[in-house]
């Protein structure tokens, strides 16, 4: 079993910057990529970051202000935001692509979400 838990969400002010964590825990598995999703309420689900074979992606909404990174030996995906707006406010979901090893097969796998609040 897999599981992927995200940390460092919280409030902060206007133009601040917060780092988020996903650490990847379990056994018998690798990992092919990771990144990050948030989700609004009223709102759809949306990528914000990915790492996977080297490439890293950014929804538009981040470029510049965002960075993804990871730790692969401690199978962790960092998310280092700056310039922090009202409109980042959102759930942030750590997700993973998985190739679990007993049966060869790909699984996506979801963290269980930190609120990110950006207000004054």
């Known amino acids: 079993q897999v599981r992927l838990v995200e940390s460092g969400g919280g409030l902060v002010q206007p133009g601040g910057s917060l780092r988020l964590s996903c650490a990847a825990s379990?056994?018998?598995?690798?990992?092919?990529?990771m990144g990050w999703y948030r989700q609004a309420p009223g709102a759809e689900r949306e990528l914000v970051a990915t790492s996977s074979g080297g490439i890293l992606k950014y929804a538009d909404a981040v470029k510049g202000r965002f960075t993804i990174s990871r730790d692969h030996a401690k199978k962790m995906v960092y998310l280092q935001m700056n310039s922090l707006r009202p409109e980042d406010t959102a759930i942030y979901y750590c997700?993973?692509?998985?190739?679990?090893?007993?049966?060869?097969?790909?699984?996506?796998?979801w963290g269980q979400g930190t609120q990110v609040t950006v207000s004054s």
């Open positions: 379990g056994s018998a598995f690798s990992i092919n990529g």
């Open positions: 997700n993973a692509d998985i190739l679990v090893l007993t049966t060869m097969k790909r699984v996506r796998s």
